[in-house]
């Protein structure tokens, strides 16, 4: 548990820390050439400490050199369009829900069901919502439902971590997507009112 602690703390060191480079290229430049005559002794101080604070985050986190690729993206990837996609996906969707109180194949085929739409639909930020999408399915099923999912979410965030190295980030918003479907299904609200389409709603 501490490792997972641990590696949150570097990143959202890392987050801060490449922010405020971003924020110190913006006010003096990539490469600051400062003239200091006509500066008062305060202003000179803070700007000379800006600068080998932004040569030191220079330093820690060198600019790389994007590649392109010449495969074009299509517009329902991004933004809007993804969100309009899963609208268009949930007017004709068929709702597997029901109760259960024995055997794992109904919430086991939520979570599956739901991951293998995701990958057919190729939508880039579409994984937030399918994460509340499946969990408001399976926790419709009761309580049964809801520990079989969590029981899988589980599994699967720790193998994102600490097989696939992704970032903790990622798996907290996941969390968070899993949770909101869960407590939408608990309160009786409807998949549309529990699970957002437009990825900018899951933090």
Do not use: W
């Not at 268009?88 to 029901?98: E, F, I, S, V, W």
């Amino acid at each position: 548990m501490s490792d997972i602690f641990n590696t949150m703390k570097k990143e959202l060191i890392e987050k801060d820390e490449r922010n405020r480079l971003d924020e110190l290229k913006n006010k003096y430049g990539r490469t600051p050439n400062i003239d200091y005559t006509n500066m008062c002794l305060r202003d000179e101080l803070q700007t000379r400490f800006d600068l080998q604070e932004l040569n030191n985050l220079q330093q820690k986190y060198p600019e790389v050199t994007p590649t392109y690729t010449t495969t074009k993206i299509p517009q329902a990837q991004y933004g809007d369009a993804t969100a309009k996609a899963l609208d268009n996906y949930l007017k004709d969707y068929q709702y597997h829900t029901g109760n259960v109180r024995s055997g794992l194949v109904a919430p086991i085929n939520d979570m599956i069901r739901n991951y293998d739409t995701m990958k057919d639909m190729k939508l880039k930020e579409s994984d937030p919502f399918f994460h509340c999408k499946a969990n408001y399915e399976a926790a419709s099923r009761g309580m049964y439902g809801t520990a079989v999912a969590n029981a899988i979410d589980l599994g699967k965030e720790a193998r994102d971590i600490f097989v696939k190295r992704y970032p903790i980030s990622d798996s907290i918003r996941d969390y968070r997507a899993n949770l909101r479907g869960q407590r939408g299904a608990f309160n009786g609200q409807t998949l549309e009112e529990t699970c957002p389409t437009h990825h900018k709603f899951y933090k």
